[in-house]
Every structure is written in C-alpha cells, then in structure tokens.
C-alpha cells in the first residue's frame, strides 16, 4: 500500500531535492538537514490509540468517584440530624461523639471528593502527573452507597492512569 504522506515529505530545504526519509544529509547540494521533519502519522498506532483511551478512561474514574464523595458527604451534611438519631438509637451511644464522627465523615468525603476532582481534571489534559496520583489516591476515600462503588471506581481510575504515566507532560 503506497503511503501517500511520504511523497509530500522529504525534500531538502535548501535546493528541493526529493530524499529519502532517513536522509540526514542532502545528496545533491550537501545541505545537513539538522531537524529532519518527523514523517506524518495517518494511523497513529494502536498502542498510542489505547494509551490514550487508557488516561481519558482513567480521568472519568476519578471525576466519576468525586463526584460520589461530594454526593456522599452531601447526603450526610443533608441527613445529619436523623443519622445521627438513628445510630444513637440503634448503638445508643453519646450523641456528642457520634455527631463528631460524621462531622469528620463529612469533611474526609469532601476533601476526598475534591482531591479526586483535581486530579481528574489534570488527568484529562495529561499534566501534572504527581498532583493527578494524589487525586486518585484520595479517589479510594470516596467509598460510595452501596458497595464502596467510589473507592472501586477510583482504584480503577488510578491503575489506569499509572499505566499511562508516559503521556504526561
Ligand atoms: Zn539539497
């Protein structure tokens, strides 16, 4: 299959002269081509297409698991005063330690939130990988409803984007 790109590329900036694509030296004026025009890629290959699938994927996993923990924390903040109630009740434990347990509940999912949120963000435009590695790491505090949903879809969300640590910036 002929390759259509390479007859546009490869000529010699200087006399015009068609080259070779790995030539690094004109053969007819002897002009050194020192930056060679890298030769255009139609079909990226499909390592670099799952790569990038990889890190976009892994990005909505850790804005997916923010958003379960601010939704969490949300819910609590909501609820406080019948949950609180209601472990009192059940456990029937001092109403003061309980009220500061998910206080600190509160806070841990909304930081954990957030935390996931940055680093998803900078996960999508593949920048500031250690800021991204914190995010999903916070990404695991989200937990979620049901079966910790949000700290599964964060560790998800963060195996996909240490596999793809090499399209960072
Ligand atoms: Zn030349």
Redesign the pocket.
Known sequence: MANSSNDRLGF?T??G?YLKEEASI?P??G?VLKEAIPPLDPFPSRQKVLGSMRSTIGAVCLVLSGMIGLTMSLFLMVNQEAIVAEIARVYGDQIGSIEEAVTFLMVFWVVSGVMALIGGYFAAQRRHFRIVLVGGVFALGTFGMVFLEGSIIGLFGLILIWLSRGEYR
Do not use: G, L, S
Request: aromatic residues 12%.
């Open positions: 010699c200087r006399c002269e004109c007819k004026c002009f």
